[in-house]
C-alpha cells in the first residue's frame, strides 16, 4: 500500500508564506492526478488544487493566484506553495494521489495544521 505523508504546515502570520509537501512512499507504484485538499473547522472537506502526470494544473477559486502546485516524479513528491495567505487559509490541508500499482486507488494523507492568525 502506497503512503502520502505530508509536511510543512504550521503557524503564520496574514499575508505570510508556507510551503507544503506529501511524500509518496511504497514499491512498484506510479501516480497519476494528484490534490490538495481542505478542512476548516466545522465544514467539509474542500477542493484546493490539482495536478495531472502531464503538469496540468486546476484550483479553486479562492486560492487562484496565490497558491501554486507543483510535483517531482522523480521524488513522488507534491507541493503547494501558499502565498499571502488569509484567516481563511486556515484549516488541515490533505494529499490525495491517483495510485497505480497491480490496480488503480486513491490515497490520502494523514493531513498537516496550517493556521493563518495575528
Known amino acids: 500500500q502506497v503512503q502520502l505523508v505530508e509536511s510543512g504546515g504550521g503557524l503564520v502570520q496574514p499575508g505570510g508564506s508556507l510551503r507544503l509537501s506529501c511524500a509518496a512512499s511504497g514499491s512498484r507504484f506510479s501516480i497519476n492526478a494528484m490534490r490538495w485538499y481542505r478542512q476548516a473547522p466545522g465544514k467539509q472537506r474542500e477542493f484546493v488544487a490539482a495536478i495531472t502526470s502531464g503538469d496540468d494544473t486546476n484550483y479553486a477559486d479562492s486560492v487562484k493566484g496565490r497558491f501554486t502546485i507543483s510535483r517531482d516524479n522523480a521524488k513522488n513528491t507534491l507541493y503547494l506553495q501558499m502565498n499571502s495567505l488569509k484567516v481563511e487559509d486556515t484549516g488541515v490541508y490533505y494529499c490525495?494521489?491517483?495510485?497505480?500499482?497491480?490496480?488503480?486507488?486513491?490515497?490520502w494523507g494523514q493531513g498537516t495544521q496550517v493556521t493563518v492568525s495575528s
Open positions: 490525495n494521489a491517483q495510485i497505480v500499482t497491480w490496480k488503480a486507488y486513491e490515497s
